[in-house]
């Protein structure tokens, strides 16, 4: 049991940090890149917030970025290994289409956790880990505060600048 929860909790390290650094390698804090994304920016900010932050926030809410990309790719290694996860990389590349997202995040972290997921359940992992350890990181930067949330992301993206 208790082995479980830290491989959840290493989990949700790993896909945090590979979702927001995809996420920021492409630049998401910087601008609104699908529609949506700068109302949700400047409400965030309004609220106490930094834009930058909320724009990446804006950003994942409004298309499939890394972070959706993460998800879906544990939820493709859990059900058919490598080849799941590159068809869940296939369904983001599609929905970012569709929202006429202009950048290839979710699709490029949806390929990149396909292959950190899968060389993890070869180390005793399991897909499962990812699955809930990536909607841990999710409620990290979205669910339990969009001001304090932002305000980190606006920092890391100070950083890569």
Do not use: K
């Amino acid at each position: 049991m208790l082995g479980e929860f830290l491989h959840i909790l290493a989990a949700a390290i790993i896909s945090w940090l590979l979702f927001v650094t995809v996420d920021i390698f492409f630049r998401l804090p910087e601008a609104g890149g699908v529609s949506g994304a700068s109302a949700v920016a400047r409400d965030i900010e309004a609220g106490g917030g930094a834009l930058a932050g909320g724009t990446m926030m804006g950003n994942i809410v409004c298309s499939p970025d890394a972070s959706a990309g993460t998800l879906l790719a544990a939820c493709g290694v859990y059900v058919a290994g490598i080849p799941g996860g590159l068809a869940a990389a296939l369904l983001v590349f599609i929905g970012n289409r569709i929202c006429h997202d202009p950048g290839y995040a979710g699709t490029t972290g949806a390929v990149l956790a396909t292959f950190v997921v899968y060389a993890f359940t070869q180390v005793g992992f399991a897909a499962t880990d990812f699955i809930a350890g990536m909607v841990i990181a999710i409620l990290t930067i979205q669910g339990l505060s969009h001001t304090h949330a932002s305000r980190l992301l606006a920092r890391l993206w100070r950083v890569r600048q």
